[in-house]
């Protein structure tokens, strides 16, 4: 089993940038697939960025590629997602999750472990 804890998140400006990390307990991260997702009131929960268990592979949603990038760090059981040219529809809380499978899974329903989640506002 895995445990996992956001960090992170806070108030930003339209146009800035955040780095969320999510700390990882166990001794098999290595072998776990790591997804963000978010989710705002009132809609449902939405992929936004998978990272294989080396971290070669990774995936994002469409409205977050060219701006979010997720990365990983197996020696200090961290998963990072900087985020950059915020807006203000990024605004959500923000969910890390694990699985131990061999895909990247874009659905929530992939994912076994989910951490309490860290709120990412972005004004306008």
């Known amino acids: 089993q895995v445990q996992l804890v956001e960090s992170g998140g806070g108030l930003v400006q339209a146009g800035g940038s955040l780095r969320l990390s999510c700390a990882a307990s166990g001794r098999t991260f290595s072998r776990y697939v790591m997804g963000w997702f978010r989710q705002a009131p009132g809609k449902e929960r939405e992929f936004v960025a998978g990272?294989?268990?080396?971290?070669?592979?990774?995936t994002y949603a469409d409205s977050v590629k060219g701006r979010f990038t997720i990365s990983r760090d197996n020696a200090k059981n961290t998963v990072y997602l900087q985020m950059n040219s915020l807006k203000p529809e990024d605004t959500a809380v923000y969910y890390c999750?694990?699985?131990?499978?061999?895909?990247?899974?874009?659905?929530?329903?992939?994912?076994?472990?989910w951490g309490p989640g860290t709120q990412v506002t972005v004004s306008s």
């Open positions: 990272i294989s268990w080396g971290g070669t592979s990774t």
């Open positions: 999750a694990a699985d131990s499978t061999y895909s990247i899974f874009t659905t929530p329903h992939g994912y076994h472990y």
